[in-house]
């Protein structure tokens, strides 16, 4: 399995507040991707990332911040949580080799409710 | 935009049965389609990988097809067994390393 590790796993929060998620990579990878995962929308890209303090935004991004000041830190913040922010968040790696882009392997998610 | 697209939502089969997962795209212009299988509350698990200039993937029991020109993927898995249920996702990237996900067929394999 790759080496991508979440924090918190689980959150609950309230409306207002400021939340960061982590994401955490082992495998050296260039490439770093946060999404959502809601029921009846499937998973949708957030935000980007290409390479450390270079990112980019997703389909999704309206209410979402994210930074990337080194290789394998890859931290999502929502400045003030709304209700709708509830759902589950994956982070996502991957590489470009030889002009093929790989695989993206996946994290184990944060699951995050917004009260 | 990409709209990807995955049919059946849910299938049920008995143990032992040929599993036949479609999955269609709407912009032929891709780098590779990936699937996925996630099981119930945990995250999403790479199966195969199909680059565009490949036709097929081959993994032990799986096997992916790719038509770009029809925008058309199909995993195959063979003798399927109850360790096979889950939701099987996939999903095409085209510019921009971005990943566009169809909404998962949830399979059920009934022992």
């Known amino acids: 399995d790759a080496g991508i590790t979440q924090s918190p796993r689980h959150k609950v929060t309230e409306t207002g507040t400021p939340v960061t998620l982590r994401c955490h990579q082992t495998e050296n990878h260039r490439y770093m991707y946060w999404y959502r995962q809601d029921p009846g929308h499937g998973l949708r890209l957030i935000h980007y990332?290409?390479?450390?303090?270079?990112?980019d935004k997703g389909e999704v991004s309206d209410g979402y911040s994210v930074s990337r000041s080194k290789t394998e830190d890859f931290l999502l913040t929502l400045e003030s949580a709304t209700s709708s922010q509830t759902s589950v968040y994956f982070c996502?790696?991957?590489?470009?080799?030889?002009?093929?882009?790989?695989?993206?392997?996946f994290g184990p998610g944060t699951r995050l409710t917004v009260l | 935009k990409q709209e990807v697209t995955q049919i059946p939502a849910a299938l049920s089969v008995p143990e032992g049965e040929n599993l036949v997962l479609n999955c269609s795209f709407t912009d032929s212009a891709i780098y590779n389609l990936q699937w996925f299988r996630q099981d119930p509350g945990k995250g999403l698990t790479s199966l195969l990988l199909?680059?565009?200039?490949?036709r097929e993937q081959t993994s032990g029991r799986l096997n992916a097809s790719l038509d770009k020109s029809s925008g058309r993927s199909t995993l195959y898995i063979a003798a399927s067994q109850p360790g096979d249920s889950a939701t099987y996702l996939c999903?095409?990237?085209?510019?921009?390393?971005?990943?566009?996900f169809g909404g998962g067929t949830r399979v059920l394999v009934k022992p």
């Open positions: 990332s290409y390479g450390v303090k270079d990112t």
């Open positions: 996502a790696i991957s590489e470009l080799m030889q002009s093929s882009y790989n695989e993206q392997f």
């Open positions: 199909i680059q565009s200039s490949q």
């Open positions: 999903a095409v990237m085209a510019a921009g390393n971005k990943l566009t």
